[in-house]
């Protein structure tokens, strides 16, 4: 009876930390009031800049329109905030030694599985308009780009993950 309830304990966080798409990192600067800022806009050189196609350039785009919405900000002519978003990508190959992808999953002792695909990163920008500096960037890599049937939902939710840590609470 232990046995089982550990397995399902494990097999409940597996799942937990398997929901994650990317692997987000962030940074602000911890002198900078993030209170005073209620509007955005999109920094259009670098926005035209951005290497993806247009079919996730609008998603990007929108969905960080839309979480910074939920946040209670607005977009503006005239932001106190300038977004910039950077992408990249770069071919990867990955190999499962030992896989067996049977019904019980992998096993030690079964062949190899080699696999290549494309793994992305995205950068969000924030900018004091104001002090033409960088306040806050965030950056989830990882994101499989290759993977045209899931992508849809891959973006969002990496935008969503990103974004979760903005803004910083506040300093004291």
Not at 25 to 36: E, G, H, I
Not at 47 to 68: H, Q
Request: aromatic residues 14%.
């Amino acid at each position: 009876m232990k046995f089982n309830s550990l397995f399902i304990m494990l097999l409940f966080g597996f799942f937990l930390t398997s929901c994650k798409t990317v692997s987000v990192t962030y940074d602000f600067d911890r002198s900078a009031d993030f209170n005073t800022f209620k509007t955005y806009n999109f920094h259009q050189k670098g926005i035209d800049k951005l290497e993806v196609n247009d079919l996730d350039k609008r998603r990007i785009l929108s969905d960080i329109e839309a979480n910074l919405a939920a946040k209670g900000f607005t977009k503006s002519e005239t932001p106190d905030l300038y977004i910039n978003v950077l992408a990249s990508s770069k071919e990867k190959v990955n190999i499962d030694n030992n896989y067996y992808g049977g019904y019980w999953g992998p096993y030690w002792g079964g062949p190899s599985r080699v696999y290549q695909y494309t793994s992305g990163t995205i950068i969000i920008d924030m900018v004091d308009n104001k002090k033409n500096i960088l306040i806050w960037q965030g950056a989830g890599s990882g994101l499989n780009v290759s993977n045209l049937s899931t992508k849809g939902e891959d973006i969002p939710n990496a935008i969503n993950e990103i974004l979760e840590k903005f803004p910083p609470p506040a300093q004291k």
